[in-house]
């Protein structure tokens, strides 16, 4: 057994050649930056739960819902992006372009609005 075979996910590995080390390590730490920021956004949303922020329960419990649903979602896009640069870099194609940084400007907007009128109530 080879030491690509060895490797997981097989999907990943087993196709094209391996990249420049520089590259792939470049990679796993953006990956392991968008986990972090998916770990901070659940962290808000456990905070804002916690502390009692506002005076309306119900909006602050939509808030640390939607808070903790987007952080886990993030988390999963994460991995699917560090993917799909992977395997571009191993079959030496372009780069995909970053259609889920649009969506965390818009979510990061919705929650700041959410967050300003939990406060304000």
Do not use: H
């Given at each position: 057994?080879?030491?690509q075979?060895?490797?997981?996910?097989?999907s990943?590995?087993?196709?094209g050649?391996e990249?420049?080390?520089?590259?792939?390590?470049a990679?796993?730490r953006?990956?392991?930056?968008?986990?972090?920021?998916?770990i901070?956004?659940?962290?808000?949303?456990?905070?804002?739960?916690?502390?009692?922020?506002?005076?309306?329960?119900a909006?602050?419990?939509?808030v640390?819902i939607?808070?903790?649903?987007?952080?886990v979602v993030?988390?999963?896009?994460?991995y699917l992006?560090?993917m799909r640069i992977?395997?571009?870099?191993?079959?030496?194609k372009?780069?995909?372009?970053?259609?889920s940084?649009?969506?965390l400007?818009?979510?990061?907007?919705?929650?700041a609005l959410?967050v300003?009128l939990?406060t304000?109530?």
């Open positions: 057994m080879s030491n075979e060895k490797r997981w996910p097989n990943l590995y087993g196709v050649g990249p420049d080390p520089r590259f792939t390590l990679n796993e953006t990956f392991l930056a968008w986990i972090r920021t998916s901070a956004i659940m962290a808000i949303g456990v905070a804002i739960n916690e502390l009692q922020v506002g005076g309306n329960a909006l602050r419990a939509v640390v939607a808070l903790i649903i987007s952080g993030l988390a999963g896009f994460s992006r560090w992977e395997k571009a870099m191993r079959q030496t372009p780069l995909p372009s970053l259609v940084g649009l969506g400007v818009i979510a990061i907007v919705f929650f959410l300003g939990l304000v109530s």
